[in-house]
Nanobody, 120 residues
Framework: QVQLVESGGGLVQPGGSLRLSCAAS????????MAWHRQAPGKQRELVAT???????NYADSVKGRFTISRDNAKNTVYLQMNSLKPEDTAVYYC??????????????WGQGTQVTVSS
């Protein structure tokens, strides 16, 4: 069984920073791409950033230049460094990972989400 557990969310003032973490555990052979999504109240879930196994990254236009996604393969962990936060960044943030429990299979797993609130 594979689990993704996020941490690092909280309340921050506009212009502040937060660092989210998401650790994968369980039966893991390897991890391919990893990603962060977010969902604001009353809105659809949207992709924020992705990182491949080769550390190629991609960002939503709304967060480019402010957010940085990274990963530590030794720890099976993906991070999201969020700087210059704005009220519109308020959302539940979810991590997602394409995990191979063995050499032949893979599927996407989701974390449970962590709340980020940007408010003065």
């Amino acid at each position: 069984q594979v689990q993704l557990v996020e941490s690092g969310g909280g309340l921050v003032q506009p212009g502040g920073s937060l660092r989210l973490s998401c650790a994968a555990s369980g039966s893991i052979f390897s991890i391919n791409s990893m990603a962060w999504h977010r969902q604001a109240p009353g809105k659809q879930r949207e992709l924020v950033a992705t990182i491949t196994s080769g550390r190629r990254t991609n960002y939503a236009d709304s967060v480019k230049g402010r957010f940085t996604i990274s990963r530590d393969n030794a720890k099976n962990t993906v991070y999201l460094q969020m700087n210059s936060l704005k009220p519109e960044d308020t959302a539940v943030y979810y991590c997602k990972a394409d995990i191979q429990p063995n050499r032949y299979d893979s599927r996407w797993y989701w974390g449970q989400g962590t709340q980020v609130t940007v408010s003065s």
